[in-house]
């Protein structure tokens, strides 16, 4: 229990720490929002100089940064000046968005890839192994955004799914039911491209320590006293195998905001990827700090739950850290 | 009267220990403070130059924290410990290398003692790179001697040390610790591990080479068997301290100490099963 | 039976020649020998559990009316562990680091024996109570790291005896513990094969841990049994050249008038490389009584009486 709140405490602290150096970074970063403004002749340099002022963007560094904590606190991330809308709300829906795509090829991904990598490491050589592991092997060598290429290229062609966005149009006028396979059907293509590229990783990870574990005294052990395959590879081979893999999954937890940048902005879908993309190339301060927060908080999580996983389910993590802590 | 400068060398005292002590801190439960572990209280013995001192107990007795600390792999938290004539306990830092040529160490496993990708030649001549200044034909021909001395082929230099037996490669580490030609070699639990026979070809081996170069040892066993028959003296330690001390062949037909009659139960004589009765 | 490993790349490793044993319930036969003289092929064919690329050339198991290296893997399941059990040598890696000792032993019973929970659960105590645990109920929730080596052989052992088999073959159970762990073993085992009858066979690289325990004895060299027969028999009179020169060095090692010896009674030169193949004693380079034949004919079994059999030119009839 100390284990756990110690843990918590040091995430906010990390939380904390984060969100100042992201202010500092966007302050030191070259040009601000008004640059483009400027070189419009239209607009007086007063006028800029108001806009300044209504942003608070005329204040020095640490009072803004103070101000800008106690509203993160009560949830106002700021305003927004590009999309003139406060972040909050703007943030919100955009992560929703990619919510639903991430998380859909998280769990397609842990759920194909698990068995898979079970299946090949047990049956190391056999027909399924030499089928699975050189295709892993290619997914795992192609970068994300050449798969994404790929598999977008094909879909224009042959038209069977649509290949980019989230909704048709005309999408309000649908029954529930049709707007669930409407947006089903968009998902396929970048669902795709995440999955492809998630269960060759899980998969090899699961596979190489299913490996390791199976040739450890103790398995073959628990074979000579009459142990049965099956039961021995869930309930013997599984529990110590799986301490990579709860790793892993930490990081698919954290990836979950920040790790489809690339192919929601191939195929459009209106995530938080590209969200962060515009509004970094604009200097859209409060934007930025609020979208990489949200994700940092992600990925803080993530780290936090595999850690809290590893130790309520190893032993000897247990033991070690009651020792240290 | 004069001193005599003739006296052997056999009598003079090499390593003087006093009141050796280390604990080793850990904590025990969530919330309580860090408690101390007694490796080793107010250990004292002595070796005179020449001799074999044979420190056994059982595991935890603190027999490995003693050699540790002698061979300055650790730091005493109290107690003195002499070489010769130099307190070393207190040493630190640079000036701790001089002593590093004196006394050396051998472990038990010779492939986790020993990086063993490491070519025979790499794995002897480390200490040398450490130490001399020798050019590489001068340190490949102290290699080369050293592997004669261990009964070794020096053709074999580089070859890599896992191509070795598990006796061979004890050898090797024998060897690599002869290379600064140190007056204390520490054998922790050398022989653990190893076949009959090859136990008895490395405690030959070591025997002449006490003979030849007038080593001194220290040997550190849970079991009187082998090291018994290499003794002079013999320091029985348990839960830190030394219990029993005394000549080889007393403390084997004479064991005061319950602690030593069980080791000298399970070890001589015959019926390692009926030791426990026997011990009483 | 004669069993050859042929893993893939290298040469071809001849494990076990011609190897014969016989056991009877309630003995305990000790098999000594030195590393790479196949006594823990020996141990793990028993039990048909050698790697993939192990050939059972010739030979069979005979045990309980049937031969273990015709059995397919069902059949292999239901004798092993719960007909025959095999404890290994170290304890801190034969049990799995994240799963409870009482669980460890429950999937013994589970895998043989038709209990509910509840049962399980009673016989888990019973056992741990057996092999020598004051407190089970603590034993039973611990884990590995948890407990001591002698400790974990224990529950090793538990689990062993788990199904009440006919034959439990230990090798070198011993080894990797300190003297008092190892006599706490040994005796333990002797109880064991008292209380319920079964057959013991004993692996080891120490023959000190044989004497006084095991009733017959058998010495393996390279692959083959070079001497065997009864505890008394063997050490009174050793036959064989290499048996005679463990006992010499044996001896000298364990004399009680104990002081510093010059030099152990070695028997010069190593184990021989199992991968090459020949005929020929393969103690012969290392025999100080080498004759004519021991180079070029594989010696032949005799019968120097009805508990005493040896491999040698020498006692040839």
């Not at chain 1, 984060?18 to 202010?23: D, M, Q, R, V």
């Not at chain 1, 970074?25 to 239209?42: C, H, K």
């Not at chain 1, 990598?117 to 192994?129: E, H, M, N, P, V």
Request: overall charge positive; aromatic content about 6%.
């Amino acid at each position: 229990m100390m284990y756990v709140l110690q843990r918590f405490l040091r995430s906010v602290l990390l939380l904390w720490g984060l969100s100042f150096l992201c202010f500092l970074f966007t302050e030191m970063a070259p040009g601000s929002f008004f640059d483009e403004m400027r070189l419009n002749p239209q607009i007086s340099p007063e006028t800029i100089a108001s806009l300044r002022t209504r942003y608070g963007l005329d204040r020095p560094l640490g009072v803004r940064y103070a101000r800008w904590t106690i509203a993160a606190i009560h949830g106002d991330l700021g305003y927004s000046i590009a999309y003139n809308t406060p972040v909050t709300p703007l943030l919100w829906t955009r992560a929703k968005n990619t919510l639903l795509l991430t998380v859909t090829a998280t769990f397609l991904t842990w759920l194909l890839g698990v068995p898979l990598g079970l299946l090949t490491g047990s049956a190391r050589g056999k027909f399924a192994d030499k089928l699975a592991t050189p295709t892993s092997s290619f997914l795992l060598a192609v970068p994300e955004i050449v798969l994404a290429v790929g598999i977008l290229a094909l879909v224009v062609r042959w038209r069977f799914v649509p290949a980019g966005g989230m909704m048709s149009l005309g999408f309000e006028d649908l029954s529930p039911w049709q707007k669930i396979r409407d947006i089903a059907v968009h998902m396929l293509v970048p669902g795709l491209i995440l999955v492809l590229g998630g269960v060759a990783v899980v998969e090899r990870h699961v596979r190489a320590s299913v490996l390791e574990v199976l040739n450890m005294p103790y398995i073959q052990a628990a074979r000579g006293l009459g142990i049965g395959r099956v039961r021995l590879l869930f309930l013997h081979v599984l529990p110590v195998a799986a301490n990579p893999a709860i790793s892993l999954f930490g990081f698919s937890i954290a990836a979950l905001l920040g790790g489809s940048l690339v192919v929601e902005v191939v195929t459009a879908w209106p995530g938080l990827g590209p969200l962060i993309l515009e509004a970094t190339l604009s200097r859209d301060l409060y934007l930025v700090i609020g979208a990489v927060l949200l994700s940092a908080v992600f990925m803080i999580a993530g780290n936090l739950i595999a850690d809290l996983i590893l130790v309520a389910s190893d032993p000897r993590i247990r033991a070690g850290e009651s020792n240290a802590a | 009267m004069p001193i005599d400068m003739n006296s052997p060398m056999a009598n003079r005292v090499l390593l003087r220990v006093r009141a050796l002590s280390k604990n080793y801190w850990t904590r025990r439960g969530r919330f309580k403070r860090r408690a101390p572990l007694a490796a080793a209280s107010n250990v004292t013995f002595e070796i005179e130059s020449g001799k074999t001192l044979a420190i056994v107990g059982s595991s935890g007795s603190g027999k490995s924290t003693v050699a540790r600390c002698v061979a300055r792999l650790e730091k005493p938290d109290s107690g003195e410990i002499w070489i010769d004539d130099r307190e070393i306990a207190r040493t630190k830092g640079k000036d701790l290398i001089p002593l590093r040529r004196q006394v050396q160490l051998v472990f038990q496993d010779p492939s986790t003692s020993m990086n063993a990708r490491f070519s025979v030649a790499k794995a002897i001549e480390e200490p040398l790179l450490l130490q001399e200044h020798d050019s590489r034909e001068e340190r490949r021909t102290r290699v080369a001697e050293l592997m004669r001395e261990v009964a070794l082929r020096p053709e074999w230099m580089e070859r890599r040390v896992t191509e070795f037996s598990g006796g061979q490669r004890q050898r090797i580490a024998i060897a690599r610790a002869l290379a600064l030609r140190p007056k204390l070699l520490i054998l922790d639990e050398a022989f653990s591990g190893l076949d009959l026979s090859t136990q008895a070809q490395i405690a030959n081996l070591l025997l002449e080479l006490q003979a030849s170069h007038s080593l001194t040892y220290i040997l550190i066993s849970h079991d009187l068997t082998l090291v018994s028959r290499m003794a002079d003296t013999i320091a029985v330690m348990s839960e830190g301290q030394i219990v029993e001390e005394g000549r080889a062949e007393e403390v084997v037909t004479n064991p005061v100490h319950p602690k030593t009659r069980l080791l000298v139960a399970a070890a001589l004589g015959f019926g390692r099963e009926n030791a426990a009765q026997q011990s009483s | 039976m004669t069993i050859r490993y042929l893993p893939r790349g290298q040469k071809p490793i001849q494990a076990l020649r011609e190897v014969n044993v016989r056991l009877h319930p309630g003995e305990i036969l000790g098999i000594t020998g030195e590393s790479g003289c196949g006594k823990s092929t020996l141990a793990t064919s028993i039990l048909k559990l050698l790697p993939d690329y192990a050939d059972y050339s010739a030979g069979a198991v005979r045990f309980e009316g049937r031969d273990v290296l015709t059995m397919d893997e069902s059949e292999l399941r239901s004798i092993r562990g719960s007909r025959i059990a095999l404890v290994s040598q170290d304890p801190s890696t034969s049990l799995n680091p994240v799963l409870k000792v009482s669980t460890q032993i429950s999937e013994v019973l589970r895998a043989h024996l038709k209990l509910n929970k509840q049962q399980r659960r009673m016989r888990v105590l019973e056992l741990l109570r057996e092999v020598g645990f004051d407190d089970p109920e603590r034993i039973a929730s611990a884990y590995l790291h948890e407990l001591s080596g002698g400790q974990n052989q224990r529950v090793v052992i538990a689990q062993a005896i788990a199904c009440s088999p006919a034959l439990l073959i230990a090798d070198e159970p011993t080894s990797k513990l300190d003297s008092q762990s190892q006599s706490e073993i040994l005796t333990l085992l002797s109880g064991i094969v008292r209380r319920h009858g079964a057959g013991l066979i004993l692996i080891t690289h120490d023959p000190a841990i044989l004497i006084g325990l095991a009733n017959r004895v058998a010495i393996m060299y390279a692959g083959s049994i070079v001497e065997d027969g009864a505890m008394a028999d063997v050490v009174r009179n050793p036959l064989h050249p290499y048996t005679q020169g463990l006992l010499r060095l044996f001896m000298s090692e364990h004399d009680r008038r104990g002081g510093k010896i010059d030099r152990f009674p070695v028997i010069v030169g190593e184990a021989p490389d199992l991968s090459l193949a020949g005929r020929g004693c393969r103690f012969e380079p290392r025999c100080l009584e080498r004759m004519v034949p021991c180079a070029v004919q594989d010696p032949k079994e005799s019968a120097i009486s009805d508990s005493h059999r040896v491999s040698c030119f020498k006692h040839a009839n």
